[in-house]
Each structure stands twice: as C-alpha cells, then as structure tokens.
C-alpha cells in the first residue's frame, strides 16, 4: 500500500509566476509510479503528469514538471508561468507499477490571482 | 470518441433505496475502477475490474456492488444505500499493455443519501 501526503491545504500564485506543489509519499514497493491529477471546479480529474520510480529523468509535459527525489520520497509538481485557468484542485497520487489501486492525497487547491 | 461516460450526472437517494451507477468506455481498455470522493479527501477505490469478467474489492467496498457486463461497461449497485455514501462517484478505465499508467476518469455522479 502507498501513503500519499500533500501538506498545502491552499496555494496562491501570482499569474505568469511558477508555482511547487508538494507531495510525499511512503511505500515499500520497488517500483512504483507517481501521478498529478487536476479537478477544476467543473469536477472531472485530468491527467497532467506521470513519474516512474525507475526514470532517470525528471518528467515534463508542457508547463508542468515533476520534481522528483527519491531519496527524500517527495514527487513535487511544479506549474510554470501560471495561468488563470490553472487554478484548481490539484491531486498526487501513487501506484505500485502495473497494480490497479491509485492511492490519492487530500488535494491542494491552487488559487492564481490576475 | 467520448472516453468515459457515467449515468446519471445527479442522483437523489433516500435512506434504504437501491441505485446502479453506469459507466462506460469506447477506449478498449481492459481495466475499470470505480472511486468515491467525499469532501477534503481525496479518491478512494472501491472496486475495480482487472479485466472483462473478473472484479476486486478496493479500499472501501463495503456497501457496494459491481457487475463486469462486458469489456466496455462496469456498473456499481447501491442495494440499501446510506447516508454516508453521500459523495461524488468515478469511474476510470486504463490499459497498461499500451505503456501507459494513467487512468482516464468520467465526469463523476454526485450521490446524495437522505
């Protein structure tokens, strides 16, 4: 089983600034996978970015990055150059890899001020 | 090509009713999950389908069933539902053998118990 924790209830970001979202996790699964997920207001979930424990690489996808540290078990999504539209609630989530259970953190709700 | 598609959007229930929630998928995926979210949370599973014709309790399966009806639709009964189902139902679909690890979610059905 994974355990999730995202510590930031409510972010504030200036738009056009950059933005880190914090996420841990706490597994004992050799691999393992790490997703960030968007819920606008509307309420459906859209994937943005996905980190394998095996990559060697940072994942990007466009504006949004993942921050990943193995070591201090934190995949932290950073949002470049905020948009309006960015504003949302944002969930981590984590996975043993190929195993079919997304286990979610409690979201933050990232507010981006014109 | 709608993705995943769930019936109904909005669902009033009283105390003791039953309900099948219907999802389905026009992506060929073998996988299907059903989550909960309740407020300040973040998702929880509480059943998925591996493949056509198998099911699995998740996390949270208690008061819930699931039928597999074919590979594109996946269902989840409420036989006596209860207050505290009040929360808002996803479906996802995924299918690793392309490589990839997301789950593609619906536009959720927001349940309310009386």
């Known amino acids: 089983a994974q355990k999730i924790t995202q510590t930031q209830p409510g972010m504030f970001v200036q738009e056009k600034e950059a933005v880190t979202l914090d996420c841990t996790y706490d597994?004992?699964?050799?691999?393992?996978?790490l997703f960030w997920y968007k819920q606008p207001s509307s309420g459906e979930m859209i994937f943005l970015i996905y980190?394998?424990?095996?990559?060697?690489q940072n994942a990007t996808e466009g504006r949004y990055s993942l921050n990943f540290q193995k070591a201090r078990k934190s995949a932290n999504l950073v949002i470049s150059a905020s948009q309006l539209g960015d504003s949302a609630m944002y969930f981590c989530?984590?996975?043993?890899?190929?195993?079919?259970?997304?286990?979610f953190g409690t979201g933050t709700r990232l507010t981006v001020i014109p | 090509n709608a993705g995943v598609t769930q019936t109904p959007k909005f669902q009033v229930l009283k105390t003791g009713q039953s309900m099948t929630l219907q999802c389905a998928q026009d992506?060929?995926?073998?996988?299907m999950y059903w989550y909960r979210q309740d407020p300040g949370m973040g998702l929880r599973l509480i059943y998925y389908?591996?493949?056509?014709?198998?099911?699995d309790k998740g996390e949270v399966p208690n008061g819930y069933n699931v039928s597999r009806l074919n590979k594109r639709e996946f269902s989840l009964r409420l036989e006596s539902a209860a207050p505290s189902q009040t929360s808002v139902y996803f479906c996802a679909s995924s299918e690793y053998s392309t490589g990839s690890y997301e789950q593609y979610f619906g536009p959720g059905t927001r349940l309310t118990v009386t």
């Open positions: 989530a984590g996975s043993q890899t190929g195993a079919n259970n997304l286990f």
């Open positions: 980190q394998g424990s095996y990559d060697e």
């Open positions: 389908s591996a493949s056509e014709g198998t099911t």
């Open positions: 597994t004992s699964d050799q691999s393992y996978g």
């Open positions: 992506m060929n995926h073998n996988s």
